[in-house]
Nanobody
Framework: QLVESGGGSVQAGGSLRLSCVASYSDYCMAWFRQSPGKEREGVGSIATDGSTRYSDSVKGRFTISKDNAEHTLYLQMDSLTSDDTGVYYC????????????????????WGKGTQVTVSS
């Protein structure tokens, strides 16, 4: 089970931190987002060893981390722009690492219900 929280409205240039409580560990975890009329896109992933990958559109602005003791995944989002607006989803797949297809949504088995992020310019 995955439960996201932390979404909201923020002005461009601001920051938000999303959380995802996961009921399991030792999985490849990822954040995806979807804007109206667009396909769901991978934002970033984190493997069981803590290694991370990011999409080019968020690299340098977003940071994924996790707290294994709290079973929580985080997405720190800084320097937000209106292009970052969308519903953000937490996802998990049973894989020790996050392979090259980490940003393919069809490879993930478990999904949260999403949390809305709105960035106003």
């Amino acid at each position: 089970q995955l439960v996201e929280s932390g979404g909201g409205s923020v002005q461009a240039g601001g920051s938000l931190r999303l959380s995802c409580v996961a009921s399991y560990s030792d999985y490849c975890m990822a954040w995806f987002r979807q804007s109206p009329g667009k396909e769901r896109e991978g934002v970033g992933s984190i493997a069981t060893d803590g290694s991370t990958r990011y999409s080019d559109s968020v690299k340098g602005r977003f940071t994924i981390s996790k707290d294994n003791a709290e079973h929580t995944l985080y997405l720190q989002m800084d320097s937000l722009t209106s292009d970052d607006t969308g519903v953000y989803y937490c996802a998990a797949r049973y894989s020790f690492g996050c392979p090259g297809d980490w940003d393919s949504s069809v490879t993930y088995t478990w999904w949260g219900k999403g949390t809305q992020v709105t960035v106003s310019s």
